[in-house]
């Protein structure tokens, strides 16, 4: 039997942004014992990141705003892929979600009425998204940290103990989850620091892991983001679904290389930044695609009057969609018009004064200047797409969080559908809140319907996690030992290069090919050393976990021959009204993956009929448009 | 002696810095300014002479209280004859109060002259630590009271500025070096009282709500302006008093003749 | 461009530890943290970092770079002089785990003292109504990105072990401003909590918090002066004892 620490709770929530603490607050005020397991330190998870803010229709600054509209341009945003009861769902609930958060003590910034502050985003059609400056993302975080904290100053005034009922198991890696039957039975981790195993036996697990924009070369994403949710999920019998839409963000730094990636944030655009290739030609112009032809300007002088009268210009093509965007810049990259790190430049300093830079961009001002040397009201950026988020993820129940495997549970990033094939920004915050509390209050309520009977979980179970564990400290094996740090940055190559932000069909073949092979050297990785916070050790673990999601991304983006939100293919360029009613599905097979189609459940009419038709002409089928109840066009 | 980065668990480290820069300079500068000024403020304070050349008082000994202040120097005697000592000595403890329990002073004096500690991140050389909970350095939480004391001093001194425009005969219309020299000598100080952070905390920090008080805010925020640059009006004004008595006593000592304007 | 730089890291753990050397490629543009994954990727690769964000948002690679508190990833190699030996060790404040990675529970534990917000108990969610200025001056602490650096630079603590017990340093010191300042909160004697339990009266306003502060808040002039000063309101000052009204 392996020797480890043992600990039963009543529900364990994987990972500690703003999803998993939601869930994990929820958990806990229906009177569960809750542990929160989390790969780094309590209150550095990735949320941190998030600047914009929080997309939730409160009206404060524009009364017209409601969740029927929210709704809308959420739906818009994916591409009418979205799974529309978490969009519905979404758009109703964000608002209590945001105000709960000032019961914690959050900031927000205010109206001159003294009510939350919301500005404008891209595709949010009125003023949204409730911030504070630009670190939104950190202010969720501290206040959701802060609860947890006041449960478990309660929970001590109670019981003696801080930890009783809700305990933080930071620095602490799960690498499986166990059942019984079809049932979670609990989960099997590792103490990063010691290297130590521990068990937790638990009847309910939440996911709330985040993305896998590690698997890419350049990325927003931490180090954390290896997909391990992904992962676990299809290793536990549960369904990914929507894994070939991946956001690149138009706009990352690409030099120098220590930041390559780092995010240069929308509002550059939004408050009069242009890009510009080495030609000094702004190109955006010539990349604005037949739909949006009658939104954005076609010519400088109209796109530069936009920005003092909106109403009577059309938007400068800098705004497009992201995807549009992203693009762009790669076909100029290609073209050969790029800035001498490879990428495009992206031009505040002549556009305005450097004081009124300073004021509306501190924190650009300061990210280039610390990081890149780089004064932004001085000299142009260089800028070009990075690997930002995955719309794909978990399939789930809407309104349990609940995955189809009993007591397994997923929200945030880790989950699927929400987005359909692109998210809109500030969709990601409120998701987090929307569907952490959903998702904590779903495994309490089948908790409780278990009653007494709990699943176990079998002791030959846990030996096996253990020996697949220290798997990596084994030398022996047939092949030639691998290094950890070589297989990933391959990994990350093959990704970017084959499976990145434009795809090609024999390309994408090459990058399952490439998988396949890595996958097989995966096996020969040799760490030194021992147990005790060994990054090797860490990273051989989290590798299996990004190879496997890694294979589920190509093999969808193989199979959808359409382009759409998150996903491009220069050989299907098309959006396909009959691909909107399917989902790709991938599943755990052998040691890989395998990928089905599944049809979309049709839109509920309340819904359809927030639409003006001639609008669903564009996303749906013939034949579904006949099914609708007639309507004037 | 507790233990400090060498305490058990921490990393096995002895150097008591790792720093590689000169962070000796700024403590080592501190107290030889520090000490300098001590010793001229000291021995000015004692002299009892040269403080007064009409029109111009030195900071040092106004207000002159005692009676045997020079004539002129000063019209309200609250002390008899039996005050034979300087008198400045009467005084000087309030500014020496106010500096010594200054917010910025107390940085300054902790790191240079006790070390504690002598730069950031480089050991102190103390082996017990209390801080400010305990006698005496418990009265460092009166800066407020020396604050209010300081502001009666500004006035005076402003007023010694003013009458400075009178010659030594008493007639307005005059203007001298000396005049600028105490002008600039009170501009300064009111510039190191104002920024002080006790006042700030007077003027509108101690409140919750500024959206209920306007004008405080506004005051709270122009003293928090100024207090950014605390630690500059406490050099400033502290070169500005020991020149300003120096130039008194060059002129009153007649080694210096006062420039006049007019 | 690129050149070989000559790194002195403090490699070990809790039962002994020493400087190692190596020389290691930098290139242009890059930060001491891409230095020590290069390190690991191909001369140490058992060594041991605390990292997520890389852009000194998440504040979790803190260390000592040259003996003074930095994060790895804000401290770009551009300002050393290719001659420079780059010395990195640990946090020395708190027990090292191993290599660069501390044991900073003591932190987590000091924020569970401080009491939490407390809200209005007449408002529902929804109802809070705040004036921008009156939020701003804790929004200011709230940018803390808890990489307890100023924890670690507090000779407080750092230089006297003994210490720790009482005193929660300069990050819940802010916090407990934070909260104080907040102006909904219902809790009423914070300013004498931070005196009498969390030994604001340990600190000598030295001000190194502010100085390694990677957020530039001001913590010393913002923060702890103003609660020192809160608490001579209702501890030191009997004129203001007698006019002082409730709060709120």
Not at chain 1, 250 to 258: I, R, Y
Not at chain 2, 208 to 224: C, E, G, N, Q
Not at chain 3, 195 to 202: A, N, S, V, Y
Request: proline content about 5%.
């Amino acid at each position: 039997m392996t020797e480890l620490e043992r600990h039963a709770y009543d529900v364990v929530v994987i990972g500690a942004g703003g999803a998993g603490l939601r869930a994990a607050i929820e958990a806990r005020q229906q009177g569960l014992r809750t542990a929160v397991v989390c790969k780094s330190l309590f209150g550095k998870a990735h949320t941190v990141m998030a600047e914009g803010g929080i997309a939730a229709a409160m009206g404060n600054v524009n009364s017209h705003d409601s969740w029927q509209v929210h709704f809308r341009d959420t739906m818009r945003g994916g591409k009418f892929l979205n799974n529309w009861r978490m969009a519905e769902l979404h758009a109703k609930e964000a608002p209590d979600r945001v105000w709960e958060l000032e019961t914690y003590g959050a900031l927000f910034d205010r109206t001159a009425d003294g009510r939350i502050s919301q500005r404008n985003f891209g595709g949010h059609e009125y003023p949204r998204l409730a911030h504070v400056g630009d670190r939104t993302g950190l202010e969720l975080i501290r206040s959701l940290q802060q609860k947890i904290v006041s449960l478990q100053q309660e929970d001590h005034a109670e019981t003696g103990d801080h930890e009783s009922r809700l305990k933080v198991f930071a620095e602490c890696t799960v690498t499986e989850l166990l059942r019984d039957g079809d049932k979670v039975s609990g989960a099997f981790a590792y103490w990063r620091e010691t290297g130590r195993f521990v068990l937790f036996e638990a009847p309910a697990v939440v996911l709330a892991t985040g993305g896998i924009g590690k698997s890419f070369k350049v990325t927003s994403n931490s180090w954390e983001y290896t997909g391990d949710g992904h992962a676990l999920a299809l290793r536990t019998g549960a369904s990914l679904i929507n894994m070939e839409f991946v956001q690149f963000h138009p706009t990352g730094m690409v030099w120098p290389p220590s930041v390559k990636g780092i995010l240069v944030t929308e509002s550059v655009r939004g408050d009069g930044g242009v890009l510009r290739n080495s030609e000094g030609r702004r190109f955006m112009f010539d990349y604005i695609p037949e739909v949006f032809k009658d939104k954005y300007a076609d010519n400088e002088a109209e796109a530069d009057r936009w920005y003092t009268d909106p109403d009577n210009n059309r938007r400068p093509p800098e705004l497009l969609p992201r995807d549009e965007v992203a693009r762009a810049i790669n076909s100029e990259v290609k073209a050969g018009r790029n800035s001498p790190h490879g990428g495009v430049f992206l031009d505040v300093s002549s556009r305005l004064p450097a004081e009124e830079i300073v004021r509306r961009l501190p924190s650009m001002h300061h990210q280039f200047k610390e990081l890149a040397d780089v004064d932004i009201t001085k000299e142009p950026m260089e800028v070009g797409p990075t690997c930002h988020y995955v719309m794909g993820g978990v399939e789930v129940e809407p309104d349990t969080a609940a995955s189809s495997v009993p007591g397994l549970f997923a929200c945030g990033e880790v989950a699927g559908g929400m987005h359909g094939s692109n998210r809109l920004g500030g969709n990601s915050l409120s998701d987090l809140l929307v569907f952490g509390r959903r998702a904590g209050a779903g495994a309490a309520e089948y908790v409780r319907s278990l009653g007494d009977k709990r699943p176990v979980i079998s002791e030959s179970d846990v030996d096996g996690a253990a020996a697949r564990a220290v798997d990596p400290f084994a030398e022996g094996g047939t092949g030639q030992q691998e290094n950890p740090y070589t297989v990933h940055t391959q990994l990350q190559q093959t990704m970017n290069d084959l499976v990145g932000i434009i795809r090609r069909g024999g390309e994408v073949e090459q990058a399952l090919t490439a998988l396949e092979e890595l996958k097989q050297r995966a096996r020969n990785v040799v760490v030194e050393g021992h147990r005790q916070f060994n990054p090797g050790w860490h990273l051989a673990i989290d590798l299996r976990n990004m190879l496997l999601v890694s294979e589920c991304v190509a093999k969808a983006a193989l199979l959808r021959t359409e382009s759409r939100g998150g996903h491009t293919r220069e050989d299907h360029p098309r959006m396909d009204p009959d691909w909107r009613r399917q989902l790709l599905v991938c599943r755990a097979e052998g040691d890989g993956v395998s990928v089905t189609a599944k049809d979309q459940i049709p839109l509920r009419e309340d819904l359809m009929a927030l639409f003006e038709y001639s609008e669903l002409q564009k996303y749906f089928t013939t034949g579904e448009l006949a099914e609708l109840p007639a309507k004037e066009s | 002696m507790t233990a400090g980065t060498t305490a058990p668990g921490r990393a096995r480290i002895n150097a008591r810095t790792l720093r590689t820069d000169r962070w000796w300079v700024q403590p080592a500068v501190t107290v030889l300014v520090l000490v300098a000024f001590i010793i001229y403020a000291t021995v000015r304070a004692f002299a009892n002479g040269d403080y007064y050349a009409a029109p111009y008082i030195s900071p040092f000994y106004s207000p002159c209280l005692a009676a045997n202040c020079v004539p002129g120097s000063s019209e309200v005697h609250l002390l008899g004859s039996w005050w034979a000592l300087s008198p400045a000595l009467l005084i000087l403890v309030f500014p020496l109060g106010f500096r010594l329990t200054c917010y910025y002073y107390r940085k300054a004096y902790y790191r240079g002259f006790w070390a504690s500690p002598p730069a950031c991140a480089v050991a102190e050389p103390h082996g017990k630590y209390t801080g400010e909970r305990r006698f005496p350095l418990v009265l460092n939480n009166l800066h407020r009271y020396f604050f209010y004391i300081g502001l009666v001093f500004n006035v005076i001194l402003t007023y010694d500025a003013v009458i400075a425009f009178r010659d030594a005969d008493g007639n307005w219309g005059h203007m001298g070096m000396g005049t600028l020299v105490l002008l600039a000598n009170a501009a300064l100080l009111w510039l190191y009282s104002l920024s002080c952070h006790s006042c700030r905390h007077a003027m509108g920090g101690r409140l919750t709500h500024f959206s209920k008080h306007p004008v405080r805010y506004k005051a709270w925020t122009l003293v928090s302006r100024l207090n950014t640059r605390h630690m500059l009006f406490a050099w400033l004004s502290l070169f500005g008093v020991a020149l300003a008595d120096l130039y008194v006593a060059l002129v009153a000592s007649g080694a210096l003749l006062d420039v006049k304007f007019f | 461009m690129g050149y070989k730089a000559r790194f002195r890291v403090w490699r070990g753990d809790d039962a002994d530890g020493d400087l190692h050397d190596y020389t290691v490629e930098v290139n242009e543009g890059e930060v001491v943290l891409d230095v020590i994954h290069r390190l690991q990727a191909t001369q140490a690769p058992d060594l041991a970092v605390r990292w997520n964000c890389k852009a000194g948002k998440c504040g979790s690679c803190s260390a000592e770079i040259n003996g003074r508190p930095r994060l790895l990833c804000m401290t770009r190699m551009s300002t050393f002089t290719e001659a420079e030996i780059v010395t990195v060790t640990p946090m020395r404040t708190f027990p090292v785990i191993r290599d660069l990675v501390t044991d900073v529970s003591y932190n987590y534990q000091k924020a569970r003292e401080v009491p939490a917000f407390r809200p209005p108990e007449d408002l529902a969610p929804g109802e809070y109504r705040m004036q921008q200025i009156d939020v701003q001056r804790s929004q200011e602490f709230r940018k803390c990105i808890e990489c307890f650096l100023c924890q670690n630079t507090c000779h407080v603590v750092r230089d006297h072990e003994d210490n720790k017990t009482n005193f929660s340093g300069p990050r819940f010191l802010m916090r407990i401003a934070e909260l104080d300042m907040h102006p909904l909160d219902t809790h009423d004697n914070r300013a004498q909590e931070a005196k009498e339990d969390h030994g604001l009266g340990f600190c000598n306003i030295t001000k190194c918090c502010t100085e390694v502060c990677p957020e530039h808040i001001k913590i010393t002039d913002n923060a702890l002066i103003p609660l020192k000063e809160r608490v001579a309101d209702r501890s030191y000052d009997p004129l203001m004892r007698l006019f002082r009204k409730p709060k709120k």
